[in-house]
Every structure is written in structure tokens, then in C-alpha cells.
């Protein structure tokens, strides 16, 4: 098996659709000697910024001296990043061989497992094979029926911010999201949670008792943030100077989440250095996240795709360019709330370059543009995300931003054609 037959089988649409529940996965790791059970988990739960949460927690063990495996989803350019060791993504020769591996229990199987369920198999077995001292595992969809969930107690159950999601799967308020989420609480973890919505931190708090589960709720009033620059962003952490890599005022308040939870880590006996914590918040790297992919014109992306994601780059637009107007490259998926994220950032539009992303659930580049001028924007609908490139390019000139936001399908596809020329960082 090549590594394109591995991911074609798992990409595979007939296995694709979203279904919640552990039976499969954990039929598939006990086919394989239980992987997950002989490995130590950061487990990483909630709607809005567990991807960074992750990056961060990973860039900071490493430094601390751990091999740390990684494990996210989606990716943004290469299926091959949702599987990495020590920030390095899985060998495509590795791939291949254990997705054939896999493959062969998953045939047998009366009941075929899911896309995400073979790939968390596969990273497990990685994970285990290459001897990882801790794996930052990143939950696909909720918590308690996740796939990834098939792991006993981790040593810290992470809750990021939480809002509405995945709706038609996680229940219809932010208690009945919390609490899908909280499912990743097992006795014999520790739990530190993001401070958000009242109603959702409530939940995830009650969980925490009912299970004797040690709780850490991050406490923001320790976090003051100093300056920001398209390099990063200086904050103080109980007085003490820090650097972050990520741009977005939202950033700081995820780093002060991996702040809490080093100190839940410290309290678990494990050994994180100060400098560990420092040289990773300052060379983290997450990709489409408010990335400055050029500086002249400047050219961001940001694979943001709710309303609350909207709400992160409005802000992080306020604080690095303050009363500017940007050329918006945009699309998006004709399921999201797209309503909703485009009256955020209407205001910051001085044109809107609409394109096509490459997902059945595309919403065509045209109707959006309909959509905007209905709303008394200035758009253009192109045929291509390369063409849609250029041409926002051309509009921004030197002197306006360019901001590319909408959906990661258009994330990965914007950063592969700039990163085809010379892109400066």
C-alpha cells in the first residue's frame, strides 16, 4: 500500500459520515493490543481554540525535554499533519503501513469504522511504536462519544471555550454542548477548564465534583496583556513578562488556559521548566490562525468559520490594524452561520473577494458575492482561489491588508499557492 492508496482508503466517503460512539474504535485498539492504554494523554476538549491549546502544551513539553505526539484534526494542507511526533508529521512510508495494518481489522468488521476512528487507531499504534512520552490529543467532535475518548483517565482533561456547535449532535445549549464535552472527565485525571460561559463552566465544574476530579478553572484576572506586533504579542503572567508567537487577543486567553495547565501538570509530579514554558510560547507555530503569510502587501490568514471564530478576528483586526480598512479573499460553507460572521466583520470590508472552497458543502462563490452586495458590501465573485489570490492582491496594491478568513478547506488552498512564490514571514 502507497501512502495516497492509505489516505484514499481512509478518506474513503463511504465510511465518512459522523458517527458518535466508542464500540469501533475500541474494537480496533484491542485488534491491535490497546495501544492508547501503555500511553500518557493531555486530553484536549471544546468548540473554539483547542487547536492552539494543543500546539502550545506541545511546543512547551518539547522544550521541556519530552517526545510528545501530537494528534489533531482537520488538517490544513497535508492529511499527514494530524499525526505528528515531536512537531515532525508522521512519515508517509508509517502511514501507509499502519493503515494497512488497520485496514485488515476494519474489514472484518461487520460494522465499518468511521474516517476519524481509523485514523485515531493509526495514530495510537504510532504514537505507541515510536515510544511517545505524552500525547496531546485533540477531541474530533464533543467529548464523551468521541473516538478519542476510547482512552482511560489522561493525565489532564483540557475544556477550552465552549459555544454552540455541532448542534444536530451535541444538544441545542451551551449545558448540553458542556456536557458532551466534560465527558472526557474520568476519575484519576485532573481537569482544567477555560473560564466562559457561566452555564457551560458550571457543567463542566459539576462533573469535575461528581467524579472527585481536582478542578482548575483558569482565572484571567492574572493575565495582563503589554503590546502586539504582527511577530507576536508580549502579556504578563502574575507579573511575570511573557512572548507569544499567535497573534489575536483570544490567544492570550488560551495560553493562560496552557499556563493553569502546566501548573495541574507540576501538581502530577511531571517537570516543566519555566524556560520550557517561555522558548515554547514563543516559538509556537499554528497554521491559518491570524498567520502573517506576507508582509508587503500584508497578506493574513485565519481559517475561522463561526461566528464566535469572526468575533476572534474582528478583535485581533482592532488591535493590529486600528481603523483599517482590509480586502477581504473569502468563502465559505453553505451550513455555517454565515450571516452571523459576515455582519461582524462587514465593517472592516473595503472589498470582498469571494471564492469557491473545495467542499461538497461549498457555498458558490457568486451567490455569496449576491449575498454581500445585498448587504450594501462592494464584492466580486472569482472562478478560482488562485485567481481570487491575485486579484485581491492586485486591489490591496502595497498599502491595504488583505485578510483571507472564511474556511479551512479555503485556508489550505490560499497557503499552498502563496507558499508556491516567495513567501515572507
Not at 493553569?260 to 519555566?274: D, F, I, K, N, Q
Not at 508582509?295 to 471564530?309: E, S
Not at 459576515?342 to 472589498?351: C, D, M, V
Request: net charge negative.
Amino acid at each position: 500500500m502507497t501512502v495516497t492508496e492509505a489516505i484514499s482508503y481512509i478518506e474513503n466517503y463511504g465510511w465518512s459520515t459522523t458517527r458518535l460512539g466508542l464500540g469501533r474504535t475500541r474494537a480496533l485498539l484491542a485488534a491491535l493490543g490497546d495501544p492508547q492504554k501503555k500511553l500518557k494523554f493531555i486530553h484536549v476538549a471544546g468548540s473554539n481554540g483547542k487547536g492552539s491549546t494543543c500546539a502550545m502544551f506541545d511546543a512547551i513539553l518539547r522544550r521541556a525535554g519530552f517526545k510528545t505526539g501530537l494528534y489533531i484534526s482537520p488538517y490544513i494542507q497535508q492529511f499527514q499533519e494530524r499525526i505528528q511526533i515531536n512537531g515532525e508529521n508522521i512519515p508517509d512510508l508509517r502511514l501507509a503501513e499502519l493503515t494497512e495494518r488497520v485496514m485488515g481489522i476494519a474489514e472484518a468488521m461487520e460494522d465499518h469504522p468511521s474516517q476519524f476512528e481509523l485514523v485515531t487507531a493509526v495514530a495510537m499504534q504510532y504514537f505507541w511504536e515510536e515510544r511517545c512520552d505524552i500525547v496531546v490529543l485533540e477531541v474530533g467532535m464533543g467529548g464523551a462519544l468521541d473516538s478519542t475518548n476510547a482512552i482511560d483517565a489522561p493525565l489532564l482533561a483540557v475544556i477550552a471555550n465552549i459555544g454552540l456547535e455541532h448542534t444536530e449532535y451535541l444538544g441545542s445549549t451551551l449545558a448540553e454542548i458542556a456536557s458532551a464535552k466534560a465527558g472526557i472527565v474520568k476519575p484519576g485525571t485532573v481537569c482544567v477548564c477555560y473560564d466562559g460561559a457561566p452555564e457551560a463552566t458550571e457543567v463542566v465544574a459539576r462533573t469535575c465534583a461528581e467524579s472527585s476530579v481536582p478542578f482548575y478553572l483558569t482565572d484571567f484576572s492574572r493575565l495582563r496583556p503589554i503590546d502586539a506586533g504582527l511577530d507576536g504579542q508580549r502579556f504578563a503572567w502574575d507579573g511575570k513578562p511573557c512572548f507569544l508567537s499567535l497573534l489575536g487577543p483570544h490567544q492570550l486567553h488560551n495560553a493562560a488556559l496552557v499556563l493553569t495547565g502546566v501548573e495541574a501538570l507540576r501538581s502530577r509530579g511531571w517537570s516543566v521548566p519555566e524556560t520550557a514554558v517561555e522558548e515554547g510560547l514563543a516559538a509556537v507555530r499554528w497554521p491559518a490562525r491570524m498567520e502573517v503569510l506576507l508582509r508587503k502587501p500584508l497578506f493574513l490568514l485565519d481559517g475561522g468559520h463561526n461566528p464566535q471564530c469572526a468575533e476572534a478576528l474582528a478583535a485581533g483586526l482592532d488591535q493590529l490594524l486600528p481603523g483599517k480598512q482590509v480586502i477581504f479573499l473569502t468563502g465559505v460553507l453553505a451550513d455555517k452561520d454565515y450571516e452571523s460572521i459576515f455582519s461582524l466583520l462587514l465593517p472592516y470590508g473595503e472589498t470582498f473577494v469571494c471564492v469557491t472552497p473545495d467542499s461538497p458543502r461549498r457555498l458558490p462563490a457568486d451567490k455569496l458575492r449576491d449575498y454581500l452586495t445585498g448587504r450594501g458590501a462592494r464584492a466580486v465573485a472569482c472562478a478560482s482561489i488562485p485567481e481570487g489570490v491575485d486579484h485581491a492582491l492586485c486591489l490591496a496594491g502595497e498599502n491595504t491588508p488583505v485578510v483571507a478568513f472564511g474556511s479551512l478547506y479555503l485556508a489550505g488552498a490560499v497557503r499552498s499557492y502563496l507558499q508556491k512564490g516567495t513567501v515572507t514571514k
